[in-house]
């Protein structure tokens, strides 16, 4: 009886010490691998949370790091970047992703081989994960439109990472060195009159036409968020009526400081 229980202990801690050595291998193998896409097959989905087979190892997408309305389902093909790999005691935990703005990034980088060597270098990415995007990028060859790139032809290039992305509307806008010219950009397809900087205070006043307004702002907000996300600049949007009022007023309030001195 003795020889039995001494058998079977040995057996479980060489069982033990290969689960250790396996779960030491799969952190060793993924933890240089975060900011890179993965392809794997759906294992589970448990209430939105999914666990995904990627080969060698399984990682958790998560209800909050998916894509709004896509239902993913046992058995299904699915592509996903890694943000997180970290080490717990129940063995590696990968984290994986398809609403990181890197993601949108990695998907371009696949498709247009000017990105991946380096001749196109996509600057920012703001998203409304599953709704719209925008994307600043610009070019180190000048015979090359970073924009045009970017779209392929008849659109295939945009249109292949929007499939992946399950339609999402992308944005794709020259970035610039000069701020205003950059958030006018960023606020495309809007028509914008003037734009005034405060550096002081980190924000900027665009003023746009009466009837230019909703597509500046968007719905929701939408188009003014994503354009500050990617410019990292408070916008205010302002009609050319409104400004003209506040310049009426600032004007009377200057003339008359001016009369009390």
């Not at 448990?46 to 087979?53: A, K």
């Not at 060698?56 to 997408?61: Q, V, Y």
């Not at 032809?153 to 499939?163: D, E, L």
């Not at 924000?203 to 719905?219: C, F, H, K, T």
Request: aromatic residues 6%; contains cysteine; proline residues 3%.
């Amino acid at each position: 009886d003795l020889r039995r229980i001494a058998a079977q202990t040995s057996k479980q801690v060489i069982v033990q010490k290969v689960r250790e050595a396996e779960r030491a291998r799969q952190y060793d193998e993924y933890k240089y691998r975060t900011g890179e896409i993965v392809n794997g097959i759906v294992k589970r989905n448990e209430f939105g949370n999914v666990t995904v087979d990627l080969g060698r190892a399984e990682g958790l997408l998560r209800r909050d790091e998916g894509l709004p309305r896509e239902s993913l389902r046992n058995g299904d093909r699915v592509r996903a970047y890694i943000y997180d790999v970290r080490e717990e005691t129940r063995g590696p935990q990968i984290f994986l992703s398809r609403s990181h703005p890197q993601f949108m990034a990695k998907l371009f980088a696949q498709e247009v081989p000017e990105i991946y060597d380096g001749i196109i270098e996509l600057k920012a990415v703001a998203r409304d994960p599953g709704s719209r995007a925008k994307i600043a990028v610009i070019s180190y060859d000048s015979s090359i439109d970073p924009v045009g790139a970017c779209v392929g032809m008849r659109g295939s290039r945009v249109q292949a990472v929007v499939s992946e992305l399950q339609g999402e509307k992308i944005d794709i806008i020259p970035w610039s060195e000069d701020t205003a010219t950059f958030v006018v950009n960023a606020l495309a397809p809007a028509g914008v009159s003037k734009v005034v900087l405060d550096e002081e205070q980190g924000r900027i006043e665009v003023v746009v036409p009466d009837e230019q307004l909703s597509l500046a702002i968007g719905r929701r907000g939408q188009n003014v968020r994503l354009a500050s996300q990617l410019t990292g600049w408070e916008i205010d949007i302002l009609t050319e009526e409104e400004e003209a009022q506040r310049r009426q007023e600032e004007f009377h309030n200057r003339s008359q400081m001016f009369i009390e001195a």
